[in-house]
């Protein structure tokens, strides 16, 4: 049989090749779970460290703000370059990639003999956990397009955020690590744990190399990119969620990389407290999110909701900042509160943008976030800094918890506009993503 006759053959059985199994497919949600959460755990574990790090090395607040930011400066740089990489390379050798960049730059930041080294690090880390972040959703796109997507990027997204949840609780499961008062061992587990990126990735690799030859797959999910042709069109209701975005995100994240220092030099409270405080955030979410973006889906109103977990936050950071106030009361506000806006902020964009711009929508504040997060954490080191912030001044740390009220409150006035936009699209019989169209 000739080549050409061949074709029509080979086509044939090409597309009589199965779907794969249900079991399968919950093996490579099982694996690229795996790499998340050593992603997860590197990304979260310098906070738990922060006191350390700064006598270790002998730098100012300003240069930790320093440390922890330039993970959104690499971040930045990922984010627009990733999407074009995964589209290239495919998600079986992004996750394997990316996955190795993160496990590497968690080996540099345990080894680091200077600030500049762990500063190397730590931007490398953010080369390497951003765009696998974007590789894993990208790839469970393909995997489960249509068949339990929803179901199973939530439980990706529980299983990364137990990597979090580890780190703030690791004072009391490793404290061996903790004992001898040096940030090195700490970090040397982190980057044994991180190493999960690269077996997460490596199984995922083989997995997908297999039912490449067996099964026929979807295609793989697109990745959101940037392209500023389509911001034009955006309307004010869009801005005012990205300006939610922003300072929620920038006034939550980089608090977290300085709360562990902030409880124990403001509050005296014991390493082991400090970290299980700041668990309740992720361990909360990981329940209430899923359960909030089903009450939202089920009555709508979700301008409102917003505007009441911004209401929530904005007291937060001044309540810390008074010694009278249990930290219980403040980190179960800020917990609600990280539960409620984003199970309804990013949906939102899909009601107000069209689809054929929501990629452009997404990356956008995705990006504007990112440069929030370095701002912020820098902007945070300077001004205990300029305060002389410590254990023997607790005062000092007032000046940094008042910009974060500052940032709370400009994210309150954001969800008031979007609450009243909303109200106003209703009155005139449209929905805000006709308005958003027009």
Not at 123 to 140: D, H, K, Q, R, Y
Request: charged letters at 10%; hydrophobic letters at 55%; glycine letters at 10%.
């Amino acid at each position: 049989m000739s080549a050409a006759a061949a074709l029509p053959h080979l086509r044939a059985h090409e597309a009589a090749r199965p779907a794969p199994g249900a079991g399968y497919r919950w093996l490579v949600l099982i694996f690229v779970s795996v790499s998340m959460f050593g992603n997860y755990y590197l990304c979260d574990a310098l906070g738990l460290v922060a006191d350390l790090v700064k006598a270790g090395y002998q730098i100012s607040d300003s240069q930790y703000g320093l440390l922890t930011g330039i993970y959104s400066i690499a971040a930045v740089v990922a984010l627009l370059l990733g999407g074009v990489i995964i589209d290239r390379m495919g998600t079986k050798r992004s996750v394997l990639l990316f996955g190795v960049f993160a496990s590497v730059a968690g080996l540099v930041i345990a080894m680091a003999p200077s600030y500049q080294v762990m500063l190397a690090g730590r931007f490398l880390l953010g080369i390497g956990c951003e765009p696998l972040n974007v590789a894993v959703t990208t790839a469970l796109a393909r995997w489960f397009k249509g068949k339990e997507l929803s179901f199973a990027f939530g439980l990706n997204l529980t299983v990364s955020r137990l990597g979090s949840v580890a780190v703030d609780r690791s004072p009391q499961w490793a404290s061996w690590a903790y004992s001898g008062g040096s940030f090195s061992r700490p970090l040397w587990l982190a980057a044994l744990l991180g190493v999960t990126c690269i077996i997460g990735g490596a199984v995922y690799w083989a997995l997908e190399h297999r039912a490449e030859q067996r099964y026929e797959l979807g295609s793989a999910g697109s990745t959101d990119k940037l392209r500023l042709r389509d911001i034009a069109g955006f309307g004010a209701a869009y801005w005012f969620v990205v300006g939610l975005c922003f300072t929620f995100y920038s006034a939550i994240f980089p608090f977290q990389s300085f709360a562990t220092k902030f409880f124990i030099e403001a509050h005296g409270t014991p390493r082991e407290e400090a970290g299980a405080l700041l668990s309740y955030l992720p361990a909360t979410a990981m329940i209430a999110t899923p359960l909030f973006g089903l009450l939202v889906d089920r009555i709508g109103r979700r301008a409102l909701f917003m505007a009441v977990g911004s209401l929530l936050i904005a007291p937060v950071y001044c309540m810390m900042a008074t010694r009278g106030i249990s930290l219980l009361v403040p980190v179960a506000l800020m917990g609600i509160a990280f539960s409620l806006i984003p199970a309804v902020l990013w949906p939102e964009v899909a009601y107000l943008v069209d689809e054929k711009r929501l990629g452009t929508a997404y990356a956008l504040m995705t990006l504007l976030q990112q440069v929030g997060f370095f701002a912020v954490s820098w902007l945070l080191g300077w001004a205990n800094d300029v305060s002389h912030a410590s254990a023997e001044n607790p005062g000092g740390y007032a000046l940094g918890m008042w910009l974060l009220t500052g940032l709370s409150v400009l994210g309150l006035i954001f969800s008031f506009l979007l609450f009243r936009a909303e109200r106003g699209h209703k009155s005139h019989g449209i929905s805000a993503t006709t308005a958003a169209a027009k």
